[in-house]
Nanobody
Framework: VQLQASGGGLVQAGDSLRLSCAAP????????MAWFRQAPGKEREFVAA????????WYADSVKGRFTISTDNAKNTVYLQMNSLKPEDTAVYYC??????????????????WGQGTLVTVSS
């Protein structure tokens, strides 16, 4: 599955931004869609995930309460609504899909398909 991420940009601290990740076809019900991010000089880290079939969600502690992952099933698209952005949220954001079990949802290695990344820059 080739994913297409979009929606990044330059914003100020406190602003909001919505990222989109479109899949070229129907997403299988057992799939998990996730967002990761990678800041310069750092490893790629988990941000949020959603199980397509029942919309269970998982969040990194650093974004809980500020970010929301959601879907538009008709458009085969997953979104990441980011509110109250902070400079430390600056990173390239990647969407991913795969079939991890719950205990491995936060692992980069659990996902087989990735989008190309979209840059989010938050100025202070």
């Amino acid at each position: 599955v080739q994913l297409q991420a979009s929606g990044g940009g330059l914003v100020q601290a406190g602003d909001s931004l919505r990222l989109s990740c479109a899949a070229p076809g129907r997403i299988r019900s057992n799939y998990v869609m996730a967002w990761f991010r990678q800041a310069p000089g750092k490893e790629r880290e988990f941000v949020a995930a959603l199980r397509w079939t029942n919309t269970n969600t998982w969040y990194a502690d650093s974004v809980k309460g500020r970010f929301t992952i959601s879907t538009d099933n008709a458009k085969n698209t997953v979104y990441l609504q980011m509110n109250s952005l902070k400079p430390e949220d600056t990173a390239v954001y990647y969407c991913a899909s795969g079939t991890p079990i719950v205990s491995t949802i936060r692992r980069v290695s659990s996902y087989s398909s990735w989008g190309q990344g979209t840059l989010v820059t938050v100025s202070s």
